[in-house]
């Protein structure tokens, strides 16, 4: 089970982190992504982290703005999203692979991800 966090209300260039709580099958799971989907548009790959934190892959959509990371010992996931812009709002998810070839080559396609969080709302505003 995944629970994400976090989100708000933000003016254009500021920061939110927003958080992901695993429960249950944590030890099954091998990378976390994160996904947002903006009104009228389809979700869309954000970021992806190997559950250990040694391997991360943004996308150049929010590279060098956000970056994401783990807290293996709480069970987390986050992501810092820094520098924020208006066509950043959307619907944030976060999202567990279970699949041990994801270490190798990230999955960016939602349809790879088997576990996903409820969704938290990035609102910037310009």
């Known amino acids: 089970q995944l629970q994400a966090s976090g989100g708000g209300w933000v003016q254009a260039g500021g920061s939110l982190r927003l958080s992901c709580a695993a429960s249950?099958?944590?030890?099954?799971?091998?990378?976390m992504g994160w996904f947002r989907q903006a009104p009228g548009k389809e979700r869309e790959f954000v970021s992806a982290?190997?559950?250990?934190?040694?391997?991360?892959y943004v996308a150049d959509s929010v590279k060098g703005r956000f970056t994401t990371s783990t807290d293996n010992a709480k069970n987390m996931a986050y992501l810092q999203m820094n520098s924020l812009k208006p066509e950043d709002t959307a619907v944030y998810y976060c999202?567990?692979?279970?699949?041990?070839?994801?270490?190798?080559?990230?999955?960016?396609?939602?349809?790879?991800?088997?576990?996903w969080g409820q969704g938290t709302q990035v609102t910037v505003s310009s």
């Open positions: 999202a567990a692979d279970l699949d041990p070839k994801s270490l190798t080559v990230f999955h960016l396609n939602r349809n790879e991800y088997d576990y």
């Open positions: 249950g099958r944590t030890f099954s799971v091998y990378v």
């Open positions: 982290i190997s559950w250990n934190g040694g391997r991360i």
